[in-house]
């Protein structure tokens, strides 16, 4: 786009594509959704956006991520990147600050379809953008939490070098649980894939940066 370049940004590892969604991206991310994302039994997520009915899951996936750049501004920006893993759309991962030029804070957010997970996806793609903030944007940290019980994220952020941040009860399904806050420093950071980034100068002012 040559009114809003942020859309052509991209990273890439050696598996994996992670961009901005296109309409056809978005029913792929939906179709991953109403498949499955997670055991039932367990909720990982703050909000459980999965617990709505099948029929009204897809708008909701759709309605969010448009949401998030439709919301955008460089003072407060979620980057939502779908994830593409042999030509399909296999999850979403986040990137998101607020006042990013003073605090040089982020955080990321995930999700994988079930199908997917236990391949060391969610690792590549964290790292993918964990680059990005750190050697593109000039990040000084990074946060991420997961609930207690979300093995799959804990292993994520324990492989990359996060260091525990303490935690903070929350109340999920209407139980008590705690959710466990992590915080990764720079200089601790070394990604265990290699990432390139397209695109990034013609909108790095998105960013704040």
């Known amino acids: 786009m040559r009114h809003w370049p942020l859309i052509d940004l991209r990273l890439t590892t050696p598996r994996l594509e992670l961009r901005l969604p296109t309409r056809d991206d978005l029913d792929q991310l939906a179709d991953r959704a109403i498949e499955g994302v997670h055991d039932p039994g367990f ?7 999965t617990d709505r009915p099948t029929d009204e899951l897809p708008a909701q ?5 448009l949401a998030c750049l439709a919301n955008w501004t460089p003072d407060n920006w979620r980057c939502n990147f779908v994830v593409v893993h042999e030509g399909k759309v296999v999850g979403t991962q986040g990137l998101r600050a607020t006042d990013f030029a003073t605090t040089r804070e982020v955080s990321t957010g ?33 946060t991420s939490s997961a609930l207690t019980g979300n093995e799959a994220s804990l292993t994520v952020t ?11 009860y929350v109340a999920v399904r209407g139980r008590r649980i705690a959710d466990q806050r992590f915080r990764l420093f720079r200089e601790d950071f070394v990604s265990p894939v290699p990432v390139e980034i397209h ?9 704040g940066a």
């Open 43 to 49: 909720m990982p997520f703050l909000v459980p956006w």
């Open 61 to 65: 996936v759709i309605r969010h991520q």
């Open 110 to 142: 995930s999700w994988i379809g079930m199908a997917y997970q236990g391949k060391g996806i969610g690792t590549e793609m964290r790292a993918a953008v964990l680059h990005l903030a750190f050697a593109g944007l000039g990040a000084e940290s990074a």
């Open 158 to 168: 324990r492989k990359l070098g996060y260091r525990p941040n303490g935690f903070a």
């Open 199 to 207: 695109g990034l100068d013609a909108c790095r002012t998105e960013f």
